[in-house]
C-alpha cells in the first residue's frame, strides 16, 4: 500500500515538473512567434506548434490539480451534512474522477490512429494523444491515491471535517 | 449501440421511424442552409413519406470539419458533408485530389469527377460510414487589401487561407502563407495581420470580406471538394428499400442542390463583390492568360507531391492522378501543365 | 422517452451532483455521458468524448489562459500589488472614504494585469483589510469593498471569464477583452461614488479617521509601482487594439513581460517564480476539466434540442426583447446567489444562446452584460466565491459580514447593467473602432 502511495506521488511529482518546464516554453514561444509576424517574418505552422505545447500543458497538469484538489466544487449544502454522509460524497467524487479518467483513457486508446498528422506541419497525432492518455492515466491514479487517503482518514476520525478549500483557489476562472 | 429511433407503432421494420441528425457547418442565415441542408430535409423526409426524418443542425453544433470523419462514423452526428483536405481522418487522403489548385473549375465539374473517382478508387475503403456521393463549394479567388496584377506584385505579402494544402502554393509564389481561423478572418485583414486572403466566392461575400480586402484578382484557384456521407450503424438498421432511396435519389437530390446553389451564386457573388466596392476604390483584376499561368505554374509541383504523398500512404498514387486528369478533360477542363 | 425529457434529466443530475460537492467539472461530464450513452449508444460516446478532448486540448485560445494566469502571479510575485495599495492610499488620503477609495482603485489596477476575480481579491484582500480596519472602516465596509473591488477582475481585461465566453460563443477573444475597458472604469468610479456616499449617510461606517497625513513627495514617488502595470496594459491592450498580437500572442507578450518586470526590480526569487508557476499549472488542470464537462454537456443539450425547447416556449408566449433582457439577467441574480459563477456560465450559454440570437442582440455586448452578472453571483450570498476568499485570507472579517457589505455594491453593478442596455456603445465602442 505504501509502495502504491508512493509511486503515485512520485508520478505526479513527474508530471508536475514536466508541466513547469512546458510553461517556460508555452511563454517563450507565444513570445517568439508574436515578435516574428510583429516584425513581418511569420513562422509557418507557429500556431500548430503552440497548440501541441498547450496539449501537453494540459496533459502534466491534471495530476497535479487533482492532488491539491483544486478542482472548482460547491460546498454549500455539503457543509451542513454529517460527517458520515460527507465522506461518502467525497468518496463519490473520487470514484466518478477515475471513472471518468478510465472512460477518457479507453477511448483514446482504442480510438489510436497513427496516421493522423497536423495539417500544416505534417506533425503526428499519436505521440501526443498517448501522452493524453498517461496524462488522464495519472489523475485517475491520483484520485484513486486520495480516496484511499480519504478512506483511511474516514475510518479513523469519524468526525472527519475536511477543510474548506476555497481559499486554495486564489486563482480561478472567476 | 442502439439507434435512436422512436415512434414506432407496430413492431413491423417498415414502419420504424429513423431520425438522423445532421451537422450543418454553416450558420442558420447562410444561403446553403436555406438552399441545401433545409430543402434537403424537407425532400428526405417527402420522399420516405416520414420514415426518415432529418434535424438540421446549423453552425457546426454537432462537430466541426477537421473531426469529421471520425465524428460521423462514430455517430457524433448521423449526415454532413466532409471535407477531405480539412479531415484529420487520413482515410479520406485520396478525395483531397479535388482540392488541387486549379483543377476543380466549378461545382457540376465537381460532382462529375468525383463521384468517377470515388466509384474507381474508394467503393469499399469506407467500412463506419457510407457515401452518398460528391459536391463542392464554388471556386475559391485572392481577396487582396491592395491591388495585385502580377506573382510579382504577391511577393513577401502575408496571405491567409482557408485550406491549408495551398500553402506551398502561397510560398511558392513568394509569399507568407499565414493561418488564422474563419471567425478571426476579418479582424486579421482589417488589423494588418494579414494582408490577403484566399477564399471561396460565396463565403467571402457572407463575410464580408470586400470591406476590408477590397480587390478580387481573379485566379479560380479551385473548389474545395466535399462529399456527403451517412453513420453506417443507421444506415445499415434502415430496410433496403430506404437504402436503395438514400443512394439512388436521396444523395443525387443533395449533390443537385449544391451544384444549383453554389454555380448560381458563383456568378452572382463575383458581380456582387464587384458593386460593393466599385465606389470604394477597389476593384475585380482578371490577369491575361500569360499572367495567369505565372500564378499556376508553381502549383505543378503541388500536383506531383500529391502523387508522392499518395504513394506514401499506400495508394495508387500515379494512377489515381492520371484518372483524375483523364475525367477532367473528359470535362473539357484545360489541364494547366 | 422524448429526447427533450432526457435532456432535462441530464440537466437535472448535473445540477444535483454539483450541490453534493461533486467537482463541477465531474458533476457535467458523468450525466453528460450517461445521456449519451442511453440516446446515442457507446460508438457515438467514444466518438463524442475522442472529438471534445482533442479539439478542446489542440487548443489555440485555451493557451491564452495560463499565460494570462501566469502574468497576475508574476505581477503578484513581483510585490507590484502592495505598492499599487500604497501609491491609492497617498493619493486618495485626506477625502472621506478615500481609504476605501484606494482599495477600489488598487483592485482596478491590479485587475489590469490579472485576469481573475478570486486572485484579485485574495492579493488586494490582505494588505486593504489591515488598514480599512485600522483607519476605523467598519468590517461590513471594508469586507464589502474589497469583495466588490476583486470582481473588477474579470470586466477589466485580461480576464479568462471573457475567454472562456468567447470560446463557448465563438466570439472574437480580443473583441470581447476591449469591451470591459469602458465598463471596467465606469464601475470602479461607481464603486468609488458607492463608498463615498455611503460613507455620508452612515458615517459610523466610518468610525474614526486617523488616516496619517502624506506628503506631496511621498505621493509621487508612490506611484512607480503603476508604472509598471502602465506598460504591461499597454503591451497587450495596445497591442491587441492596434493589430499587433492576436489575444494569444498578447498572452505571451503579458507574461514575459511580467517575467521581464520581475527581474528588473529584483524581486522574483526562483521560489517565487515556481509558485507563480504551479499555480498557473494548478489552474490550467481544472479549468481544462470544466470546459471538457462543459463541451460534452453541450453535446447532450445539442442532440436533445432543449435550448429549443426553452427558447420556443419562451417565444410562444410573446415576450418583448426588453422582457426576454429582464427575465434572464433576473436567472442569472438568481444562479449566481447559489451557483459557482464559472459553471454557471458553461452549463447556461448553450441554452440562452439561441434566445439571445434570435432577438439579435450583439453577442460582444452580451458576454459583458454576463461578466456583469457574474460579478454580482460572486458576492451574493450563500454562493460568493470572492467573499469565500476574503474570508479565507483574512480570518478576522467573518462571512456574514462580507456578504452583508457586498450587498450594498450590488446596487452599482445592476445601475452598470441597466446603463448597457440603454447604451451599448459604453461596451462596444472600444471592439469596434480597433485599428
Ligand atoms: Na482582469
Ligand atoms: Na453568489
Same mark, same amino acid.
Given at each position: 500500500m505504501?509502495?502504491?502511495?508512493?509511486?503515485?506521488?512520485?508520478?505526479?511529482?513527474?508530471?508536475?515538473?514536466?508541466?513547469?518546464?512546458? %510553461?517556460?516554453?508555452?511563454?517563450?514561444?507565444?513570445?517568439?512567434f %508574436?515578435?516574428?509576424?510583429t516584425?513581418?517574418?511569420?513562422?509557418?505552422?507557429? !500556431?500548430?506548434?503552440?497548440?501541441?505545447?498547450?496539449?501537453?500543458?494540459?496533459?502534466?497538469?491534471?495530476?497535479?490539480?487533482?492532488?491539491?484538489?483544486?478542482?472548482?466544487?460547491?460546498?454549500?449544502?455539503?457543509?451542513?451534512?454529517? %460527517?458520515?454522509?460527507q465522506?461518502?460524497?467525497?468518496?463519490?467524487?473520487?470514484?466518478?474522477?477515475?471513472?471518468?479518467?478510465? !472512460?477518457?483513457?479507453?477511448?483514446?486508446?482504442?480510438?489510436?490512429?497513427?496516421?493522423?498528422?497536423?495539417?500544416?506541419?505534417?506533425?503526428?497525432?499519436?505521440?501526443?494523444?498517448?501522452?493524453?492518455?498517461?496524462?488522464?492515466?495519472?489523475?485517475g491514479?491520483?484520485?484513486?491515491r486520495?480516496?484511499?487517503?480519504?478512506?483511511?482518514?474516514?475510518?479513523?476520525? %469519524?468526525?472527519?471535517?475536511?477543510?474548506?478549500?476555497?481559499n486554495?483557489?486564489?486563482?480561478?476562472?472567476? | 449501440?442502439?439507434?435512436k @429511433?422512436?415512434g414506432?407503432?407496430?413492431?413491423?421494420?417498415?414502419?420504424?421511424?429513423?431520425?438522423?441528425?445532421?451537422n450543418?457547418?454553416?450558420?442558420?442565415?447562410?444561403?446553403?442552409?436555406?438552399?441545401v441542408?433545409?430543402?434537403?430535409?424537407?425532400?428526405?423526409?417527402?420522399?420516405?413519406?416520414?420514415?426518415?426524418?432529418?434535424?438540421v443542425?446549423?453552425?457546426?453544433?454537432?462537430?466541426?470539419?477537421d473531426?469529421?470523419?471520425?465524428?460521423?462514423?462514430?455517430?457524433?452526428?448521423?449526415?454532413?458533408?466532409?471535407?477531405?483536405?480539412?479531415?484529420?481522418?487520413d482515410?479520406?487522403f485520396?478525395?483531397?485530389?479535388?482540392?488541387?489548385?486549379?483543377?476543380?473549375?466549378?461545382?457540376?465539374?465537381?460532382?462529375?469527377?468525383?463521384?468517377?473517382?470515388?466509384?474507381?478508387?474508394?467503393?469499399?475503403?469506407?467500412?463506419?460510414?457510407v457515401?452518398?456521393?460528391?459536391?463542392?463549394?464554388?471556386?475559391?479567388?485572392?481577396?487582396?487589401?491592395?491591388p495585385?496584377?502580377?506573382?510579382?506584385?504577391?511577393?513577401?505579402r502575408?496571405?491567409?487561407?482557408?485550406?491549408?494544402?495551398?500553402?506551398?502554393?502561397?510560398?511558392?509564389?513568394?509569399?507568407?502563407?499565414?493561418s488564422?481561423?474563419?471567425?478571426?478572418?476579418?479582424?486579421?485583414?482589417?488589423?494588418?495581420?494579414?494582408?490577403?486572403?484566399?477564399?471561396?466566392? @460565396?463565403?467571402?461575400?457572407?463575410?464580408?470580406?470586400?470591406?476590408?480586402?477590397?480587390?478580387m484578382?481573379?485566379?479560380?484557384?479551385?473548389?474545395?471538394s466535399?462529399?456527403?456521407?451517412?453513420?453506417g450503424?443507421?444506415?445499415?438498421?434502415?430496410?433496403?428499400?430506404l &437504402?436503395?432511396?438514400?443512394?439512388?435519389?436521396?444523395?443525387?437530390?443533395?449533390?443537385?442542390?449544391?451544384?444549383?446553389?453554389?454555380?448560381? &451564386?458563383?456568378?452572382?457573388?463575383i458581380?456582387?463583390?464587384?458593386?460593393?466596392?466599385?465606389?470604394?476604390?477597389?476593384?475585380?483584376?482578371?490577369?491575361?492568360?500569360?499572367?495567369?499561368?505565372?500564378?499556376?505554374?508553381?502549383?505543378?509541383?503541388?500536383?506531383?507531391?500529391?502523387?508522392?504523398?499518395?504513394?506514401?500512404?499506400g495508394?495508387p498514387?500515379?494512377?489515381?492522378?492520371?484518372?483524375?486528369?483523364?475525367?477532367?478533360?473528359?470535362?473539357?477542363?484545360?489541364?494547366?501543365? | 422517452?422524448?429526447?427533450?425529457?432526457v =435532456?432535462?434529466?441530464?440537466?437535472?443530475?448535473?445540477?444535483?451532483?454539483?450541490?453534493?460537492?461533486?467537482?463541477?467539472?465531474?458533476a457535467?461530464?458523468?450525466? +453528460?455521458?450517461?445521456?449519451?450513452?442511453?440516446?446515442?449508444?457507446?460508438?457515438? #460516446?467514444?466518438s +463524442?468524448?475522442?472529438?471534445?478532448?482533442?479539439?478542446?486540448?489542440?487548443?489555440?485560445?485555451?493557451?491564452?489562459?495560463?499565460?494570462?494566469?501566469?502574468?497576475?502571479?508574476?505581477?503578484?510575485?513581483?510585490?507590484?500589488?502592495?505598492?499599487?495599495?500604497?501609491?491609492?492610499?497617498?493619493?486618495?488620503s485626506?477625502?472621506? =472614504?478615500?481609504?476605501?477609495?484606494?482599495?477600489?482603485?488598487?483592485?482596478?489596477?491590479? +485587475?489590469?494585469?490579472?485576469?481573475?476575480?478570486l486572485?484579485?481579491?485574495?492579493?488586494?484582500?490582505?494588505?486593504a483589510?489591515?488598514?480599512?480596519?485600522?483607519?476605523?472602516?467598519?468590517?461590513?465596509?471594508?469586507?464589502?469593498s474589497?469583495?466588490?473591488?476583486?470582481?473588477?477582475?474579470?470586466?477589466?481585461?485580461?480576464?479568462?471569464?471573457?475567454?472562456?465566453?468567447?470560446?463557448?460563443?465563438?466570439?472574437?477573444?480580443?473583441?470581447? #477583452?476591449?469591451?470591459?475597458?469602458?465598463?471596467?472604469?465606469?464601475?470602479?468610479?461607481?464603486?468609488m461614488?458607492?463608498?463615498?456616499v455611503?460613507?455620508?449617510?452612515?458615517?459610523?461606517?466610518?468610525?474614526?479617521?486617523?488616516?496619517?497625513?502624506?506628503?506631496?513627495?511621498?505621493?509621487?514617488?508612490?506611484?512607480?509601482?503603476?508604472?509598471?502595470?502602465?506598460?504591461?496594459f499597454?503591451?497587450?491592450?495596445?497591442?491587441?487594439?492596434? =493589430?499587433?498580437?492576436?489575444?494569444?500572442?498578447?498572452?505571451?507578450?503579458?507574461?514575459?513581460?511580467?517575467?521581464l518586470?520581475?527581474?528588473?526590480?529584483?524581486?522574483?526569487?526562483?521560489?517565487?517564480?515556481?509558485?507563480?508557476?504551479f499555480?498557473?499549472?494548478?489552474?490550467?488542470?481544472?479549468?481544462?476539466?470544466?470546459?471538457?464537462?462543459?463541451?460534452?454537456?453541450?453535446?447532450?443539450?445539442?442532440?436533445t434540442?432543449?435550448?429549443? #425547447?426553452?427558447?420556443?416556449?419562451?417565444?410562444?408566449?410573446?415576450?418583448?426583447?426588453?422582457m426576454?433582457f429582464?427575465?434572464?439577467?433576473?436567472?442569472y441574480?438568481? /444562479?449566481?446567489?447559489? $451557483?459557482?459563477?464559472?459553471? $454557471?456560465?458553461?452549463?447556461?450559454?448553450?441554452?440562452? /444562446?439561441?434566445l439571445?440570437?434570435a432577438? =439579435?442582440?450583439?453577442?460582444?455586448?452580451?458576454?459583458v452584460?454576463?461578466v456583469?452578472?457574474?460579478?454580482?453571483?460572486?458576492?451574493?450570498?450563500?454562493?460568493?466565491?470572492?467573499?469565500?476568499?476574503?474570508?479565507?485570507?483574512?480570518?478576522?472579517?467573518?462571512?456574514?459580514?462580507?456578504?452583508?457589505?457586498?450587498?450594498?455594491?450590488?446596487?452599482?453593478?445592476?445601475?452598470?447593467?441597466v446603463?448597457?442596455?440603454?447604451?451599448p456603445?459604453i461596451a462596444?465602442?472600444?471592439?469596434?473602432?480597433?485599428?
Amino acid at each position: 500500500m505504501n509502495l502504491f502511495m508512493k509511486t503515485v506521488n512520485s508520478i505526479t511529482a513527474v508530471n508536475k515538473w514536466a508541466a513547469y518546464i512546458i %510553461a517556460y516554453v508555452m511563454v517563450g514561444m507565444v513570445f517568439i512567434f %508574436a515578435a516574428a509576424r510583429t516584425v513581418g517574418s511569420p513562422i509557418v505552422g507557429d !500556431i500548430e506548434l503552440v497548440q501541441f505545447t498547450m496539449v501537453l500543458m494540459i496533459v502534466f497538469s491534471l495530476a497535479y490539480t487533482e492532488k491539491t484538489d483544486s478542482h472548482v466544487s460547491i460546498t454549500l449544502i455539503f457543509d451542513r451534512l454529517p %460527517a458520515k454522509v460527507q465522506l461518502v460524497l467525497l468518496l463519490l467524487a473520487r470514484v466518478l474522477t477515475l471513472l471518468f479518467c478510465a !472512460i477518457v483513457c479507453w477511448v483514446f486508446i482504442s480510438k489510436m490512429n497513427y496516421l493522423s498528422t497536423s495539417s500544416l506541419l505534417g506533425i503526428v497525432f499519436y505521440p501526443f494523444r498517448i501522452l493524453l492518455v498517461i496524462g488522464f492515466f495519472a489523475w485517475g491514479l491520483e484520485a484513486f491515491r486520495m480516496f484511499l487517503l480519504e478512506l483511511a482518514r474516514g475510518k479513523k476520525d %469519524a468526525s472527519l471535517g475536511i477543510e474548506n478549500e476555497d481559499n486554495k483557489q486564489l486563482v480561478s476562472g472567476e | 449501440a442502439c439507434g435512436k @429511433t422512436e415512434g414506432a407503432s407496430s413492431s413491423a421494420q417498415s414502419d420504424k421511424v429513423f431520425e438522423l441528425n445532421y451537422n450543418n457547418l454553416a450558420p442558420p442565415t447562410h444561403p446553403y442552409t436555406k438552399n441545401v441542408s433545409e430543402p434537403w430535409a424537407e425532400f428526405v423526409e417527402k420522399e420516405t413519406n416520414g420514415r426518415v426524418k432529418i434535424h438540421v443542425f446549423p453552425s457546426s453544433q454537432l462537430g466541426t470539419p477537421d473531426t469529421g470523419y471520425d465524428d460521423v462514423s462514430g455517430g457524433v452526428f448521423d449526415v454532413g458533408l466532409l471535407y477531405a483536405s480539412s479531415d484529420k481522418n487520413d482515410i479520406l487522403f485520396p478525395l483531397s485530389i479535388g482540392d488541387l489548385p486549379f483543377a476543380i473549375p466549378n461545382p457540376d465539374v465537381a460532382v462529375s469527377v468525383m463521384n468517377k473517382f470515388y466509384d474507381k478508387f474508394m467503393k469499399d475503403k469506407f467500412q463506419d460510414a457510407v457515401w452518398l456521393g460528391a459536391s463542392s463549394t464554388d471556386t475559391a479567388q485572392l481577396y487582396t487589401t491592395s491591388p495585385i496584377e502580377t506573382v510579382e506584385d504577391i511577393k513577401k505579402r502575408k496571405i491567409s487561407n482557408s485550406l491549408y494544402s495551398r500553402n506551398e502554393l502561397i510560398k511558392s509564389w513568394g509569399a507568407v502563407p499565414v493561418s488564422s481561423s474563419n471567425s478571426e478572418l476579418y479582424e486579421s485583414i482589417e488589423r494588418g495581420i494579414v494582408d490577403d486572403v484566399i477564399y471561396n466566392t @460565396t463565403g467571402a461575400i457572407g463575410f464580408n470580406l470586400n470591406e476590408v480586402a477590397p480587390n478580387m484578382t481573379k485566379l479560380d484557384l479551385g473548389v474545395s471538394s466535399n462529399g456527403l456521407f451517412v453513420n453506417g450503424n443507421i444506415f445499415n438498421q434502415m430496410p433496403e428499400d430506404l &437504402q436503395t432511396l438514400f443512394k439512388e435519389k436521396l444523395g443525387p437530390k443533395h449533390q443537385e442542390l449544391m451544384a444549383e446553389l453554389y454555380m448560381a &451564386q458563383m456568378e452572382k457573388s463575383i458581380q456582387e463583390f464587384e458593386n460593393r466596392v466599385k465606389d470604394k476604390g477597389g476593384k475585380v483584376i482578371t490577369p491575361d492568360e500569360e499572367e495567369l499561368n505565372k500564378f499556376k505554374e508553381p502549383a505543378k509541383k503541388m500536383w506531383d507531391e500529391w502523387v508522392k504523398e499518395a504513394n506514401k500512404k499506400g495508394h495508387p498514387g500515379e494512377e489515381m492522378m492520371e484518372f483524375f486528369k483523364k475525367s477532367l478533360e473528359e470535362e473539357g477542363v484545360v489541364i494547366p501543365f | 422517452m422524448s429526447v427533450s425529457i432526457v =435532456g432535462l434529466l441530464v440537466i437535472l443530475m448535473v445540477f444535483s451532483l454539483m450541490f453534493f460537492r461533486i467537482p463541477i467539472a465531474i458533476a457535467m461530464a458523468i450525466p +453528460a455521458s450517461i445521456g449519451i450513452l442511453y440516446l446515442r449508444g457507446w460508438d457515438t #460516446l467514444m466518438s +463524442a468524448l475522442d472529438t471534445i478532448v482533442w479539439s478542446q486540448s489542440y487548443s489555440y485560445t485555451l493557451t491564452t489562459i495560463p499565460l494570462f494566469v501566469l502574468m497576475g502571479q508574476l505581477i503578484y510575485s513581483s510585490g507590484i500589488s502592495n505598492e499599487l495599495y500604497t501609491a491609492f492610499r497617498n493619493w486618495l488620503s485626506g477625502f472621506r =472614504g478615500g481609504l476605501g477609495m484606494a482599495t477600489i482603485g488598487s483592485s482596478a489596477m491590479f +485587475a489590469a494585469a490579472s485576469g481573475s476575480s478570486l486572485a484579485t481579491t485574495g492579493t488586494i484582500g490582505v494588505m486593504a483589510s489591515k488598514e480599512m480596519l485600522a483607519a476605523g472602516y467598519s468590517k461590513s465596509l471594508t469586507g464589502g469593498s474589497i469583495a466588490a473591488g476583486g470582481t473588477l477582475g474579470i470586466l477589466i481585461p485580461p480576464s479568462t471569464m471573457f475567454i472562456i465566453y468567447g470560446m463557448m460563443t465563438e466570439q472574437s477573444i480580443g473583441k470581447l #477583452l476591449m469591451a470591459g475597458i469602458i465598463p471596467g472604469i465606469l464601475l470602479t468610479m461607481f464603486f468609488m461614488i458607492t463608498i463615498y456616499v455611503s460613507s455620508i449617510i452612515k458615517p459610523d461606517l466610518i468610525a474614526h479617521t486617523n488616516e496619517q497625513k502624506v506628503t506631496w513627495k511621498e505621493r509621487f514617488s508612490s506611484l512607480k509601482a503603476t508604472i509598471w502595470i502602465f506598460i504591461l496594459f499597454t503591451i497587450v491592450l495596445g497591442g491587441m487594439y492596434f =493589430g499587433i498580437f492576436t489575444a494569444t500572442e498578447a498572452a505571451g507578450a503579458g507574461a514575459m513581460g511580467a517575467f521581464l518586470i520581475g527581474l528588473i526590480r529584483k524581486k522574483l526569487t526562483v521560489a517565487k517564480i515556481n509558485e507563480a508557476i504551479f499555480e498557473t499549472i494548478k489552474t490550467t488542470g481544472f479549468i481544462f476539466a470544466i470546459v471538457i464537462g462543459a463541451f460534452v454537456l453541450n453535446y447532450v443539450l445539442t442532440i436533445t434540442r432543449v435550448p429549443h #425547447l426553452i427558447s420556443d416556449t419562451l417565444f410562444s408566449t410573446n415576450l418583448s426583447p426588453a422582457m426576454l433582457f429582464v427575465i434572464i439577467v433576473l436567472m442569472y441574480i438568481l /444562479l449566481g446567489a447559489i $451557483m459557482d459563477t464559472l459553471s $454557471m456560465v458553461v452549463v447556461t450559454i448553450p441554452i440562452i /444562446l439561441p434566445l439571445i440570437e434570435a432577438v =439579435g442582440f450583439d453577442l460582444i455586448w452580451f458576454g459583458v452584460i454576463i461578466v456583469l452578472v457574474v460579478e454580482m453571483g460572486l458576492i451574493s450570498p450563500p454562493v460568493g466565491m470572492n467573499c469565500f476568499v476574503l474570508n479565507g485570507v483574512v480570518k478576522e472579517l467573518e462571512l456574514t459580514q462580507i456578504f452583508k457589505g457586498s450587498l450594498l455594491f450590488m446596487v452599482p453593478i445592476l445601475a452598470l447593467v441597466v446603463l448597457l442596455y440603454i447604451f451599448p456603445e459604453i461596451a462596444l465602442f472600444i471592439p469596434y473602432s480597433v485599428q
